[in-house]
């Protein structure tokens, strides 16, 4: 009862955060792990149990949905969806122990794009467009990292989307979502078929991700200081990161 407690509390805080400004992988993954899942199979739940609010952010921005000359849709959809399955694959072939290790240095890594992301994102947009063949390996290189753990996929995707050539911010953030959507499907399908997905707590979370999400998306338009908001996720994801590393100590 207390794990599901711990799991339940993490999804809607999770929820609400991904509803308002994202990083709810900086409370659902270690919730996860704290209560006994396997690494792998921590971030294999984590990634299915995100998906509906992934589902939800794709429905808020139908309207905006169109892709550029530089990348034709059906190549973006192909390249995401393979590097989704690479990158599940990479984690079905990576021990627990191994991918324990590596998790703060990926949490690390996720609070700096969210820390960081706006302005990188702006620096992108003064430099080069990348051609087709950059562009492509890019989307790939990121998919991949996406199948492999989610943590601060968005902003890898709003990056390179305007390397592509994108400058409309809603179109990219319609089109980072669908991504979103398909990697992380095609993802959470191999773990299904790999056996990896802790069932116990899937449900659960994925429940209370959607209601935090919905609780977060009311309150939303409330919040007036966002960097505020902004702030504390980055702390969010500090500690979380050094509670990971005092752990393996």
């Avoid at 509390?9 to 994202?22: I, K, M």
């Avoid at 792998?40 to 589902?55: E, Q």
């Avoid at 599940?88 to 324990?100: E, K, R, S």
């Avoid at 319609?174 to 959470?188: I, R």
Wanted: hydrophobic residues 60%; glycine residues 12%.
């Amino acid at each position: 009862m207390f794990d599901l407690i711990v799991v339940i509390v993490a999804g809607l805080l999770g929820g609400a955060l991904n509803a308002v400004a994202g990083g709810g992988t900086f409370l659902t993954l270690p919730a996860l792990i704290f209560v006994g899942v396997p690494a792998v199979s921590a971030n294999a739940t984590a990634t299915l149990s995100a998906l509906p609010g992934y589902l939800g952010s794709v429905w808020a921005y139908r309207h905006d949905l169109h892709t550029t000359q530089n990348m034709p849709a059906g190549r973006m959809i192909a390249l995401s969806a393979l590097g989704g399955v690479l990158g599940a694959l990479l984690l079905l072939v990576t021990p627990n122990d191994t991918f324990l290790v590596a998790v703060p240095a990926l949490m690390a890594l996720a609070t700096l794009l969210f820390a960081g992301g706006p302005r990188l994102i702006k620096r992108l947009f003064s430099r080069t467009m990348l051609g087709p063949m950059g562009a492509a390996l890019a989307l790939l290189l990121v998919s991949i990292y996406g199948g492999y753990f989610n943590g601060g996929l968005g902003i890898m995707l709003l990056a390179v989307l305007g390397l592509i050539g994108f400058t409309d911010l809603h179109a990219m953030n319609g089109l980072k979502n669908a991504l979103s959507v398909l990697l992380s499907l095609v993802s959470a399908v191999t773990y299904i078929v790999a056996g990896v997905i802790d069932w116990r707590f899937a449900a659960v979370l994925a429940l209370a991700m959607i209601a935090g999400g919905l609780f977060g998306a009311h309150f939303a338009r409330r919040i007036k200081n966002t960097e505020r908001l902004k702030l504390f996720i980055v702390a969010v994801g500090v500690v979380m990161t050094v509670i990971f590393v005092i752990r393996l100590l």
